[in-house]
């Protein structure tokens, strides 16, 4: 791994990672603090992790409690972390009269509400008095003010539109049109209810979402990351290509541990992106591999981003659940993916690492095996049927146990210390998406929009499910740009999901259907924020990495469509021959998509076998008998038709050679 990181070191960019990453993430932006108040900081995210693990394991508080102490720790965090102006360079490094306004303001905000819960719930019977008013607008603005630094103003506006048609429905005309809600109603059900800011949503991120994020920055400090890439390397390294399969491998493997496709980009792609450009990808192709790789790992089990446990709340099953079905979508993406970087690879003429620039597999395993440890029980206590939250914490104490099975990766205290705090930082993003989108679920739940919008995809459907499908795809798409994909797919599934559900599609394909192109909004132009920071690390064109990035990630924009029709495809647990078959055939299918869309299997390709080839993806992709046997003819037809062409460049080389000898 040092001779990658020597690599980095060489190959900078003329943008730094850092610039790359406050440019295109927002959740970045924060203030960089020493002394007293780093330290002071570092405490918080302690006293906010003990006690997440404690109440979730051996403490008892009811669901609006732990959900208001979770977003009192977010709210602190983000308004001492995240410049209020980020203009203000002055106020950079040391909080405003402002911030400690709103710091103030949140703690009254939710200690009013922690102290009189009880009486509001139990002795009130859920009647209000002023005040409960008066502390829960002030609760609702700081939500809007903690998203607007650290989501940035796209997700914000969304929940302030959504938020203001509970008040100006009486005067839109047409289907939207709806009595209206007096501010009374539209707080209560907003801060002292279950269904706006304190629903399901920051519900999860109060258990499952926090852990994992912490198990995950754990594990990056064990020594996982340059395990996973040094055992990339012995992997890949010396095919052709080389690099660029390592940055398939590795960004997927990051991606899904730290659930952001914009901060993996950055990291991973300092290492990948010059690589691949050294041995001769063009700039363009290489950006836009490491930012489909590093999107992937949003969907990619068995941790999945952060959606996924959100994904098995709404569904009402176990997460166990949600992560087989994820497993089939995933791995034809990411085969896709590594193929069409091999075959571009073979048609450019490539080779891969130099054998002195490649670990010893022995070697790195010898070192480095212990660290699959926590992964191993990870999915096997999952398997067994355990919450997310029982397998994340015994996960993350393997992590530090078997870091010290090795002195390299040992870790000390200052490490943990590090991992703690940089878990908390890594929350407070998807915990104020969670708890800004409660805003747009409620007023959702409180208009019925989305009942009214189901009926009229319907009309405009015309009870045909693809063009419902087609239409949903097109908002999760919307809905993403520029959003975190945890909060699109939300924002999606409580609109369009349960309007597939409603015309026959299973509950399972349609939310996982919503959360791949919520996810795949991260390359999708004209707003595609992870293809536009690998375009800055690549010194490519944004809009050239991204559209080489749709292309490269095509699978991930066709598989919804073939799993909405024959869920066999998100496999459940129960017809495992079925989905084994289906992956074998869309395995096939998804190759020769690669190729097609690379223009190149054994040789360069016409548009005729370019053609046959993308009919033998959609066949082999929707299982069937007569799909998979007319697919496969296809195929061999083109391979007979690709060998010939390659034996007659040969004779012809030969022939040129020859009349070149017998000239001379």
């Known amino acids: 791994m040092s001779e990658l990181n020597n690599k980095k070191q060489t190959n900078q960019t003329d943008i730094s990672e850092e610039e790359l990453l406050q440019k295109y993430d927002v959740e970045s932006r924060t203030r960089e603090y020493a ?17 997440q693990l404690y109440v979730n394991t051996y403490g008892g508080l009811d669901a609006i409690k732990l959900r208001a102490w979770h977003l009192g720790f977010l709210l602190i965090l983000t308004i001492i972390l995240y410049p209020a102006s980020k203009r203000s360079k002055k106020f950079r490094r040391i909080p405003t009269w402002w ?28 009647l209000h008095v002023p005040a409960d008013y008066w502390f829960g607008a002030i609760g609702v603005f700081l939500v809007f003010e903690a998203s607007r630094r650290v989501i940035g103003n796209v997700l914000t506006i969304i ?96 991606g899904m541990i730290n659930g952001s496709a914009i ?39 068995p941790i999945m981003g952060a959606a996924g446990f959100i994904m098995a709340e709404f ?70 049927g355990y919450t997310p939250f029982y397998a994340a914490v015994w996960s993350l104490i393997a992590t530090i146990a078997s870091s010290w099975l090795r002195k390299s990766t040992r870790m000390d205290l200052s490490t943990i210390v590090r991992s703690i705090e940089e878990g908390a930082r890594a929350a407070i993003s998807v915990g104020i998406a969670c708890a800004v989108v409660g805003i747009i679920v409620g007023t959702v739940s409180l208009t019925s929009m989305g009942l009214v919008l189901g009926n009229n995809i319907l009309k405009l459907a015309g009870e045909s499910i693809l063009i419902a499908v087609v239409l949903t795809m097109i908002v999760s798409i919307i809905m993403g740009m520029g959003v975190p994909a945890t909060a699109a797919y939300v924002v999606v599934a409580t609109i369009s999901a349960p309007l597939l559900v409603q015309l026959g599609v299973s509950a399972l394909a349609a939310h996982m259907f919503v959360f791949l192109y919520a996810a795949l909004s991260n390359i999708t132009p004209p707003v595609a924020l992870a293809s536009y920071a690998a ?127 017998e000239g001379m």
């Open 99 to 126: 911030d400690f306004a709103c710091i103030s303001l949140t703690v009254a905000s939710i200690g009013y509400l922690l102290i009189t819960f009880d009486d509001f719930a139990r002795v009130r019977g859920g």
């Open 35 to 51: 002394g007293i108040l780093a330290r002071i900081i570092t405490m918080i995210a302690i006293i906010w992790s003990i006690f």
């Open 159 to 254: 929940a302030g539109l959504f938020l203001a048609y509970n008040f100006v429905g009486p005067y839109i005309p047409g289907p939207f049109n709806h009595g209206g809600f007096s501010v009374q109603r539209v707080i209560d059900l907003m801060f002292w209810g279950g269904q706006g800011i304190f629903g399901i949503a920051l519900g999860v991120s109060a258990t499952y979402i926090f852990v994992f994020v912490l198990f995950g920055m754990f594990l990056k400090n064990s020594g996982f990351t340059d395990f996973i890439n040094d055992l990339a390397l012995t992997l890949a390294g010396r095919s052709a290509g080389g690099p660029a399969k390592v940055a398939v491998i590795g960004s997927g493997f990051m």
């Open 535 to 661: 375009a800055g690390i690549a010194g490519a064109p944004p809009n050239k990495v991204a559209l080489t990035a749709v292309r490269l990630g095509i699978t991930g924009f066709i598989m919804p469509f073939f799993f909405i029709f024959n869920p066999v495809l998100l496999f459940d647990g129960e017809n495992l021959l079925g989905s084994l078959l289906a992956l074998t055939t869309a395995t096939i299918g998804v190759v020769s998509l690669a190729a097609a869309v690379q223009g190149w299997l054994l040789t360069n390709m016409n548009w005729i076998q370019r053609l046959m080839l993308i009919t033998v993806a959609l066949l082999m992709i929707e299982p069937s008998l007569l799909n998979d046997v007319m697919g496969i003819t296809l195929l061999a037809i083109v391979i007979i038709w690709q060998y010939l062409s390659t034996k007659n460049t040969e004779k012809r080389r030969e022939v040129v050679q020859m009349d070149m000898k």
């Open 315 to 384: 569904l009402g099953v176990p997460y166990r659940t949600v992560l087989l079905a994820a497993i089939i979508p995933a791995l034809l993406y990411y085969v896709t993916v590594f193929m069409a970087v091999h075959f571009e690879a073979r048609r450019i003429g490539l080779e891969g690492i130099s054998k002195e620039n490649i670990p010893d597999a022995i070697k790195v395993l010898k070192n480095g095996w212990h660290l699959l440890i926590p992964l191993i029980i990870l999915i096997t206590i999952l398997m067994l």
């Open 263 to 301: 901060a993996n980009v950055v990291t991973t792609g300092a290492v990948t992106i010059p690589l691949m450009k050294k041995i001769g990808y063009k700039p363009h192709f290489s950006g836009a591999v490491e930012a489909v790789a590093s999107t992937g790992g949003l969907f990619a089990p």
